[in-house]
């Protein structure tokens, strides 16, 4: 078991490019969820599934889309980077009889 | 609005002594609690949880306290060990899917 997997590790972008982050589990797990974590901050909602078929907004989703492919894959989309947009991005998933999200290893984004 | 947050941004500890991380939260409606570890470059670990009708939780070297009637969580690690190193978040169930995150309180383990 793999269990949240995310690519790619480090991505550097320019003003206005766009790029789609890519988040897979392997746990069977229903819900499935973005964040983006920022110097001395916590972990901010950015978007997230409870199950497949459906995707809502958290707490900053502006800029950013996003995509239940299927069970397995929830990608994060930007379309067009802007130098707020750095951080590191964390993709997360959780069954839906327990509360508990398990994270990946975080996606580090530079946009210049 | 409701959040979770961590009374001190940083704890210097040494190795060998118990450790304890606080976490104060404002929703009385929260139901379940988690810890989680976050070691440098990676993703949160989970690390315990407890539900709200529980005030008392141990797992291997840690306990999680529940105080609801001040809304105080608190994490004890005992006998730190330098692997504990890391920033540790509580965080809290909204009961809608979501999970609502602290600040983190960064400890770090003096040999």
């Known amino acids: 078991n793999a269990g949240v997997t995310q690519t790619p590790k480090f991505q550097v972008l320019k003003t206005g490019q766009s790029m789609t982050l890519q988040c897979a589990q392997d746990?069977?797990?229903?819900?499935m969820y973005w964040y983006r974590q920022d110097p001395g901050m916590g972990l901010r909602l950015i978007y997230y599934?409870?199950?497949?078929?459906?995707?809502d907004k958290g707490e900053v989703p502006n800029g950013y889309n996003v995509s239940r492919l299927n069970k397995r894959e929830f990608s994060l989309r930007l379309e067009s980077a802007a130098p707020s947009q750095t951080s590191v991005y964390f993709c997360?998933?959780?069954?839906?009889?327990?509360?508990?999200?398990?994270f990946g290893p975080g996606t580090r984004l530079l946009v210049l | 609005g409701e959040s979770v947050g961590l009374h001190l941004p940083t704890l210097s500890v040494q190795e060998g002594d118990n450790s304890i991380i606080n976490c104060a939260y404002s929703n009385s409606a929260s139901d379940y609690f988690i810890w989680y570890k976050q070691e440098s470059g990676k993703g949160p670990q989970f690390i315990i949880d407890i539900r709200s009708n529980m005030d008392k939780r141990q797992g291997q070297r840690v306990t999680v306290l529940l105080n609801k009637t001040v809304k105080h969580l608190s994490l004890q690690i005992a006998a730190t060990q330098p692997g504990d190193s890391a920033v540790y978040f509580c965080a809290e169930n909204t009961h809608d899917y979501k999970l609502s995150f602290g600040a983190g309180t960064t400890v770090t383990v003096r040999a």
């Open positions: 599934s409870a199950s497949e078929g459906t995707t």
């Open positions: 746990m069977n797990h229903n819900s």
């Open positions: 997360a998933s959780r069954t839906g009889a327990q509360e508990t999200q398990y």
